[in-house]
């Protein structure tokens, strides 16, 4: 796809990803700059990797990204390199839709590496799941808020959780230049520019439910009623925010 022959320079891209519970993919379907890639993975887990085919999403970009875990199934998927969110030409704020679905007794793993809030650019991203009543889930979430150097982005994410048809965590985060006052205030980021969440959904929690806990002094264990876990934390850079986030994920759900 040729970037430059698109209205506006701009372009919608929707890939698509179905796992059974034999292990194959029945839907692989990539587009535009969301190049899916089966590869290999340890344990029981199917493993699709994405990687990224050209620069996005740029301002004015439409993204999305389904991913439908079927009864019984084990779904990895994750990236081969960081998203970077850029400033396009046009001015208009990019969009990145993902739309995550676990069936009964399924489970999916979402680790993809950190989203870049790049300065200039505008960025509007949602991601919303749907789990089975005994589907588990590890999604974890990685914002840096402007490359080495400069100013972050503006960039807005919001995470839907529904577990049974029922809501589960549906929490909205603003960052940079078009965020409300405040969102680099000591009672939030503190001066930080990487922050981060790991979502933990397991049906023996509802049994035995973690126990609230600071995780150094920047991160936080909460539970959640449904039965889950949130791992909120902050950091100064990427690599450090990746640490603590997997010191969680070793504790909540090891593989």
């Given at each position: 796809?040729?970037?430059?022959?698109?209205?506006?320079?701009?372009?919608t891209?929707?890939?698509?990803?179905?796992?059974?519970?034999?292990?194959?993919?029945?839907?692989?379907?990539?587009?535009?700059?969301?190049?899916?890639?089966?590869?290999?993975?340890?344990?029981p887990?199917?493993?699709?990797?994405v990687?990224?085919?050209?620069?996005?999403?740029?301002?004015g970009?439409?993204?999305?990204?389904?991913?439908?875990?079927?009864?019984?199934?084990?779904?990895?998927?994750?990236?081969?390199?960081a998203?970077?969110a850029?400033p396009?030409?046009?001015?208009?704020?990019?969009?990145?839709?993902?739309?995550?679905?676990?069936?009964?007794?399924?489970?999916?793993?979402?680790?993809?590496?950190?989203?870049?809030?790049?300065?200039?650019?505008?960025?509007?991203?949602?991601?919303?799941?749907?789990?089975?009543?005994?589907?588990?889930?590890?999604?974890?979430?990685e914002?840096?808020?402007g490359?080495?150097?400069?100013?972050?982005?503006?960039?807005?994410?919001?995470?839907?959780?529904r577990r049974a048809?029922?809501?589960l965590?549906?929490?909205?985060?603003?960052?940079?230049?078009?965020?409300?006052?405040?969102?680099?205030?000591?009672?939030?980021?503190?001066?930080?520019?990487?922050?981060g969440?790991l979502?933990?959904?397991?049906?023996?929690?509802?049994e035995r439910?973690?126990?609230?806990?600071?995780?150094?002094?920047?991160?936080?264990l909460?539970?959640?009623?449904?039965?889950?876990?949130?791992?909120?934390?902050?950091?100064?850079?990427?690599?450090?925010?990746?640490?603590?986030l997997?010191?969680a994920?070793?504790?909540?759900?090891?593989?």
């Amino acid at each position: 796809m040729d970037r430059m022959s698109l209205t506006a320079r701009s372009l919608t891209a929707t890939a698509r990803i179905v796992a059974a519970v034999d292990g194959s993919l029945p839907v692989l379907e990539s587009d535009g700059p969301l190049a899916l890639r089966r590869t290999r993975a340890p344990g029981p887990y199917t493993r699709v990797t994405v990687v990224g085919a050209m620069s996005a999403p740029l301002g004015g970009d439409r993204l999305a990204l389904t991913a439908e875990v079927r009864d019984g199934a084990r779904l990895l998927v994750d990236s081969a390199a960081a998203t970077v969110a850029l400033p396009g030409r046009g001015g208009a704020p990019a969009a990145y839709d993902i739309a995550l679905t676990v069936g009964e007794d399924a489970e999916l793993r979402w680790l993809p590496e950190q989203l870049i809030s790049a300065a200039g650019s505008e960025l509007r991203m949602r991601t919303t799941v749907e789990l089975a009543a005994g589907a588990r889930l590890v999604l974890r979430e990685e914002q840096i808020l402007g490359r080495h150097g400069e100013e972050p982005g503006s960039l807005l994410t919001r995470l839907t959780v529904r577990r049974a048809g029922r809501p589960l965590l549906d929490q909205e985060l603003g960052h940079g230049p078009a965020a409300p006052a405040g969102w680099d205030g000591p009672a939030v980021l503190a001066g930080h520019r990487a922050t981060g969440q790991l979502l933990v959904v397991r049906p023996d929690f509802a049994e035995r439910p973690v126990e609230p806990r600071l995780l150094g002094d920047h991160a936080v264990l909460a539970p959640l009623a449904g039965p889950a876990a949130l791992v909120t934390a902050v950091a100064p850079d990427a690599l450090t925010l990746r640490r603590r986030l997997d010191e969680a994920l070793r504790m909540l759900a090891p593989a």
